[in-house]
């Protein structure tokens, strides 16, 4: 099945951009997404993008396709202490089609935003 | 306001103790999905649902069990045989439509088996 990797762990200065990254094995996947995870709290739905797409902008966040790749990244402009949070990626839609319409998330990257 | 909500926050229980967690939407979603998340890892999915009266296994199923007789609700209840419960479970709800995979999370209920 699909496989989604992240790396673990980000420090990033208040006021930097950060960058975190994902990796897919489906390269068929149609639809990729970004979610935030709050200290104790549900996902929250960040951006998303369609596989047609090798950009996205969105406000502060910027979202990067490589399809040839499969490589997606996210950017975070002006990085600010409340964006200190797990972000993971996810993805879905590909040829390895899921019934009930799952995704498959990454093991999430942790940001810590330093003042 | 339209969400999914998730009851208790917080869940305390002794080993040998079934426990049901409550997860409910009023976003008119058809789909539902329990999730199992610990510290420092990402989700795994336990159960998930597709329309009413009908569920299907995840990848960590064992241990678990579901109901789906209202749209609205998707309970999970943790049994005595799952070894390790102490987690933090999330729930999620999609329209269920092929083209639509977006979900949509409630806040989590963190249980904890003594």
């Known amino acids: 099945g699909e496989d989604v990797e992240q790396s673990l762990f980000l420090s990033v200065r208040e006021g930097d951009s950060s960058v975190i990254n994902c990796t897919y094995t489906?390269?068929?996947?149609?639809?990729l997404y970004w979610y935030k995870q709050e200290p104790g709290a549900g996902l929250q739905l960040l951006t998303y993008?369609?596989?047609?797409?090798d950009m996205k902008q969105d406000q502060r966040l910027t979202v990067l396709l490589n399809k040839k790749d499969k490589h997606l990244s996210l950017r975070i402009a002006d990085t600010q202490t409340g964006d200190s949070a797990i972000y993971f990626c996810?993805?879905?839609?590909?040829?390895?089609?899921?019934?009930?319409?799952?995704?498959?998330f990454g093991g999430g990257t942790r940001v810590l935003v330093k003042p | 306001d339209g969400g999914i909500t998730q009851s208790p926050k917080y869940l305390f229980r002794k080993e040998g103790q079934n426990v049901t967690l409550s997860c409910e939407q009023n976003?008119?979603?058809?789909?539902m999905y329990w999730y199992r998340q610990d510290p420092g890892q990402g989700l795994r999915l336990i159960y998930y649902s597709q329309i009413v009266n009908d569920f299907q296994k995840g990848d960590i199923a064992e241990g678990y069990s579901v109901s789906r007789e209202k749209k609205e609700s998707f309970p999970l209840t943790v049994t005595s045989a799952q070894k390790n419960p102490t987690a933090f479970y999330l729930c999620?709800?999609?329209?269920?439509?092929?083209?639509?995979?977006?979900?949509?999370f409630g806040p989590g209920t963190r249980l904890t088996v003594t």
């Open positions: 976003l008119n979603h058809d789909a």
């Open positions: 993008i369609f596989s047609n797409m």
């Open positions: 999620a709800s999609s329209t269920g439509e092929p083209s639509s995979y977006e979900q949509y």
């Open positions: 489906d390269s068929s996947s149609t639809y």
């Open positions: 996810a993805v879905a839609g590909g040829l390895i089609k899921a019934a009930g319409n799952k995704l498959t």
